[in-house]
């Protein structure tokens, strides 16, 4: 089974300020077509996850272009450029390239 | 407006059956790969079934194999999952959730004696 392991758990930023969140995978995520599935998720306070990026880097409609996602083979991130309040929430990797597998989740707040 | 509405979930005790329902509306529910995706109280994102768009193929999360059985009636627009045999374990929100990027609110199951 594919682990997916996220860095750091907690995520203190001021607002305005950047932030980065790690996802590293047990296994490649290059999958037999060429493509990696690897996806970023936020979860806000009692709210349903939303997916923001797909296949390492692709936003998904109506995400800010703040958030941006990079990486290949097993190491991934997910970067916003500038957090603001409405970013706080708690971040999942996903790998779909070998079933399913999330990440633990990062949980992101203003300090 | 797309839309996903879970239904079916509730309290119910260590060894019993409930069936999960999930209504699409508002896009072409037929062309989508549908997933059940569930998280326990104060836990993360667990995925637990996947069903292709036509019913061909369906995967399970080893956990629930031989418990869980996840279809769909797409003459009905309708996703559900079959949950037999529940543990404490698969205390949860369940959520359905179409190719990852259309989600519903999701539904409690809550299985205690």
């Known amino acids: 089974d594919v682990v997916m392991t996220q860095s750091p758990l907690s995520l203190p930023v001021t607002l305005g300020q950047p932030a980065s969140i790690s996802c590293r995978s047990s296994q490649s995520l290059v999958y037999s077509d060429g493509n990696t599935y690897l996806s970023w998720f936020q979860q806000r306070p009692g709210q349903s996850p939303r997916r923001l990026i797909y296949?390492?880097?692709s936003r998904d409609s109506g995400v800010p272009d703040r958030f941006s996602g990079s990486g290949s083979g097993t190491d991934f991130t997910l970067e916003i450029s500038r957090v603001e309040a409405e970013d706080v929430g708690i971040y999942y990797c996903?790998?779909?390239?070998?079933?399913?597998?999330f990440g633990q989740g990062t949980k992101l707040e203003i300090k | 407006q797309v839309h996903l509405v879970e239904s079916g979930g509730g309290v119910v005790q260590p060894g019993s059956s409930l069936r999960l329902s999930c209504a699409a509306s508002g896009f072409t529910f037929s062309n989508y790969g549908m997933h059940w995706v569930r998280q326990a109280p104060g836990k993360g994102l667990e995925w637990v079934a996947l069903?292709?768009?036509?019913?061909?193929?369906?995967y399970y999360v080893d956990s629930v194999k031989g418990r869980f059985t996840i279809s769909r009636d797409n003459s009905k627009n309708t996703l559900y999952l079959q949950m037999n045999s529940l543990r404490a374990e698969d205390t949860a929100v369940y959520y359905c959730a179409g190719n990852f990027d259309i989600w519903g609110q999701g539904t409690v199951v809550t299985v205690s004696s």
């Open positions: 996903m790998q779909g390239t070998h079933l399913y597998t």
């Open positions: 296949r390492v880097s």
């Open positions: 069903i292709r768009h036509d019913g061909s193929n369906k």
